[in-house]
Structure formats: structure tokens, C-alpha cells
């Protein structure tokens, strides 16, 4: 028998996977429940406000491990453009191995609940800044041309589009096409001086 | 009283602008039938087999008004960088303007219900194949530098990334971002020469 202190963990994870796979408004309290074989009287304990607090939780437990993805990724290369390949060709290996069910978990939430609810919104625009910044970082470290933060921004914006074109495709293009895409931003700012038309952040 | 034989119509443009806001999973039929004054009795009689159908009919109903976008937006531009600002401006704008609840009416029903309903998800694939076949044709007519089809994915890929990231983040930063990275694509494969590590669609 699982220990009962572990039933709000076992909660977030069952509903971190559940949305990943059938969005936030097509998971019901009861399927999460059956999943994490938490007992129901333990949900209102851990999650009086229901389930947009476990979903928060859940949003802010999935988002560090892609966090974690990134880092993965970027630490094993030795340029740029070698990290954003290994990250975009691992989320696609990952995704295709899931039999093109399991959706970014951030988005899955996101797309059913913003703008309504503003604490979902905010739990989810924090986590994809967290991605962007570790790309950031890591853009920096090795030396990647142009603009660290609008790499760190591109690399969400062209995972989060692959990820939704994959779906619909089922295969790994997209993730190709993003890579591309993203690789091409510092190789235009390597050939071309002045930068025109940079993407900035406000 | 609108007439009878424009209920179809009615709960077609009703559910695609409600799933676009809500997703599949968030929009009852009942709302559906609230907001497109449809009678009750209409809808079994137009859709036999459920939500399912209606779905598919206002995702194939959405998707053309955004190829048309996607026109619109190259026809008035002389060159193919120009019709990518313009039609990331415009989608973002749009978007701005719905207060950031205007999702991509094609995105919302693809994550809710792909892989599981293989109808809908080939649906949502028509689709954005349709986009990036008309960015491919519009691409090719401006002389855009590079692989015609590679640009059609990049596209749809940069637009749905960005549809994504602005709901999080409540601005247009992510649209002038995927601009930049589409454009980055012909540009590099304009100064490079072989084109290295180019993406191909096999």
C-alpha cells in the first residue's frame, strides 16, 4: 500500500499526466483520483480551492522538469546549435514514444483555463520563462550569436509550435522544421552586420 | 427569428468560436446551442453523430478562414518577409483584440482530443497542411530563397508556437519572434551556400 503522505504527490503527478494526454477540462477529479490511488478524502485536505490549486501544482511540478530537459540537453553539447538539436530531437523521441499523446503539460492546462483563471495563466507564463532563461543562459555560455534572450523566447515559441504540429502529424518534422528555425536566428546574426529587424523584448 | 435552415451554419460558427476560448473538452453542447439560438431538435437532425461531427465541421470551417488569412496577407506584399510580418502582425492583433482568449481554433481541438479521435485529428491536419501548402505557393511566387515546403511548416509551426506563448505571456512578443525565425530561414540559405543541415520532409 502506498503511504498516505505520498497522495498529494502521487495527485500532482497523475494530473500533470492525464492533462498532458487530454487537456485540463477533460480530466475529471475522479480519473485523477483512480490514477494516483489517493483517497478522496485526502484531495479537499491538500487542495481546499479543488482542482485549479492541484493544477497549479501540477503546471509547477511538470515545467522543472523540462527545465531539466533543457539543461540535459545543453550540457552534453558543445555549441548552440548542438544543444538545440539534442533538445528538440529528445522531446520529439519522448512525444513519439508516447504514441503522440503526451502533450507539453504546460499548454494542456493553459489553452483550457486563459485567460479565466489568472493563477493558471501566471503558473504557466512562470514556467515558460524559466525555460527561456535556461536557454538564455546557456546561449550565453557557449557563445551563440545575436540576442541571448530572443533565443530563449524562440526555443519555446518553436517547441511549443512543433509539439502542436507533431500532434496533428504524427511525426517528427516539426520538431526538424524548429530546430531549423532557431538555428538560423544566430547563424543570421553571424553573417550580418548591422543586425535588422532584431527581434526585441520590450 | 433566423431561419430555420440556417441552424447548421449557426451552431458551425458558434462552436468554433466557443472551442477557440474554451476547447473541445470546456464547451458544452448546451452553450453551443445557447449561443447559436439553434433549436434543440436541429441538432441530431444535422449532426447524427454528436459532438464529434460538429467539431470536424467547425474545424473544417475555421481552418479556410485562416488560409484566407494567410492570403490576404501575401497577396498585399511584395516580398515573402513582408507577408510574414504582416500575417504575424495581423494573427496577433487579432488576438490582442480577443483579449488573449482567441486561440487557434484548430489547436484547441487537436489537444483535447488527438490521438484519441482519429477523425478529428485528420481534421486538424487537413488543415494546417492547407496553410502550409499556401505559404509553400506564396513562397514560390515571391522567389523566397530556400526549401518552399520547409518554409510552408515553418510557418505553421512559428504561428502555432506563438499563438501558444502570447496566451501565457499577454503580449505580441512571441509573434515578432516567430517572424524573425521564419525569415531567418531564407536569409541563411541566401548566404550559405550549400545550405548545411537544410530541412527536408521525407
Known sequence: MPRVSDARERMVIAAAALFQQQGYNGTGLTQILEVSAAPKGSFYHHFPDGKEGLAEAAVRHAGPAITAWVDAAFNQSSSFEDGIDRLTQSVSEWFDRSGWSGGCPVTSVLL???????RLRGACRDMMADWARRVEFHAGRLGAHGDAE???LAVVVGLEGAWVAARARQDDVPFTIAAAMIKALPAQNATRAPIENSPTLG
Chains 1, 2 share one sequence.
Open 112 to 118: 483550457d483555463t486563459a485567460p479565466g483563471s489568472e
Open 150 to 152: 530572443a533565443l530563449g
